[in-house]
């Protein structure tokens, strides 16, 4: 299994607290992503990275910031969590960017009261 | 936009079965696909993936996917079940663009097997 890591695993925020979550690669990949999960919508990425401090916007990226300061690391955080980004996050890696295979870490899912 | 559709939201199989799981894809180029497999609780696992050459293509566990240009379609297949195939099933496409953003999936297919 790639070497990702995602923490906290399991978070429950009340609305307006800022959160942050982080998803930790020992692969050396360029690329980063971070997708979210709900019911009947499948994946839709929010951010993702190509390089340190090279980030772009996805589908889905109102309400979210990201910042990347080391390759191994890639923070994604909610300024002012509301209760429509309750989902399950999850953190992607890729050595060859949209074209390669991505391996996904384990999730964190995030309950916004 | 590229695009994925996978028509099916449930399926049920019976163990020992054979399975074929639906996925359509809109993308003006030659597209990049892939299927993942999502274990109740658990992150996603790349089942297979086509980029070029052989339209049949071998993935882990025993599945198997074909890709038909003319259909617009990356169906995976499985000859039997088995009753640690129940899980969710997605298809993606990737940007052969060669952009660094990130894959486009489907809705998911959830697969159960009855005894």
């Known amino acids: 299994d790639a070497g990702i890591t995602q923490s906290p695993r399991h978070k429950v925020t009340e609305t307006g607290t800022p959160v942050t979550l982080r998803c930790h690669q020992t692969e050396n990949h360029r690329y980063m992503y971070w997708y979210r999960q709900d019911p009947g919508h499948g994946l839709r990425l929010i951010h993702y990275?190509?390089?340190?401090?090279?980030?772009d916007k996805g589908e889905v990226s109102d309400g979210y910031s990201v910042s990347r300061s080391k390759t191994e690391d890639f923070l994604l955080t909610l300024e002012s969590a509301t209760s429509s980004q309750t989902s399950v996050y999850f953190c992607?890696?890729?050595?060859?960017?949209?074209?390669?295979?991505?391996?996904f870490g384990p999730g964190t899912r995030l309950t916004v009261l | 936009a590229q695009s994925v559709t996978q028509p099916d939201i449930h399926i049920t199989v019976s163990e020992g079965a054979s399975l074929e799981l639906r996925c359509n894809y809109s993308?003006?180029?030659?597209?990049?696909l892939f299927w993942y497999v999502q274990s109740p609780g658990q992150g996603l696992q790349l089942l297979l993936k086509?980029?070029?050459?052989?339209?049949l293509v071998q993935g882990i566990k025993g599945f198997e996917a074909e890709f038909k240009r003319s259909q617009s379609s990356f169906n995976l297949r499985k000859p039997s079940v088995h009753w640690s195939d129940a899980a969710e099933y997605f298809c993606a496409v990737g940007n052969s663009g060669g952009g660094a953003d990130g894959l486009t999936f489907g809705k998911g297919t959830h697969l159960i097997i009855q005894p």
């Open positions: 992607a890696i890729s050595l060859a960017g949209g074209t390669d295979t991505q391996y």
């Open positions: 990275s190509y390089g340190v401090k090279d980030t």
């Open positions: 993308y003006g180029a030659t597209p990049y």
């Open positions: 086509y980029f070029s050459g052989d339209t």
